[in-house]
């Protein structure tokens, strides 16, 4: 009686695009997809609060290398700032630390609201929400400020480029706005409902927040449960959507992986949406990451060549 050998099964590896539910940590869901994949390397590109929904992109297996030129891209936001009361996390899930009277915030018009974004779009200097990851001495912000230590965040860059308001509702002593925000990556939405607020002098949080889009990806095309089943974004589709490819044939490809130049092709480069894209092979797959040295193409990252 003969035994036929079992069937190797490759470990699954590629980008994931998932709808984080609300009230679980973006590490809850790199859990969840280790069990459901069976695999432990994992990781995300961009965190999301717990009290946030929308999309987190997810590295599988050598997948995961490319999360470094995902988690950079500008991201859209929906949210709901309300005004009138503000918390020590800027947003819902901290403790209310003020409160407008009902008079202050009925003066804030539609006009002086419409001003304050205006103010806060554009090229902005943000210093980021106390309750943040930042790492301050070594420890994240948010475990210093729990512990009653002062914290002082210096301000950074970031881009705003749209600060839209979608719905207004007025009840009493606050006002809800609902709101849509293109941004660089690392800005804070709750920052910005902390600013408006202060600029408006009643105070402001995020009561609401949802990641629709992270560069080229959008939250409509990810899932919501993860399964062994669930189909992944192969990594040259991803790569070349993000950083442009550059097409190489067998030749080429060998050479790459093998740390070797691509002698005067720099100019191939030329048009590209990016100075590093995705050199693909002629079997569609990611060969790495290339960038122009000189007048010759050299690969900065290499991808396996058994990667998808």
Known sequence: MTHSAPVSVPPPQGILLVDKPGGLTSHDIVARVRRALQTRKVGHAGTLDPLATGLLVIGVGPATRLLTYIVGLDKTYEATIRLGVSTDSDDSDGAETARADADAVAAVTDARIAAGIAALTGELSQVPSTVS?????GRRAYDLARAGEQVELKPRAVTVSRFDVRATRRDGGVVDLDVVVDCSSGTYIRALARDLGADLGVGGHLTALRRTRIGPFSVSDAVVEVTADTALLG???????????????????????????LVGAATRLEGMPTPTPAAVDPAGRLVGIVERRGADVKSTMNMAEDAS
Do not use: F
């Open 133 to 137: 990851a930042i790492k301050v001495g």
């Open 235 to 261: 990594s040259a589709d991803v790569a070349a959507s993000v950083l442009g490819a550059l097409a190489v044939t067998a030749d080429e490809a060998r050479d790459l992986r093998h740390g070797k130049r």
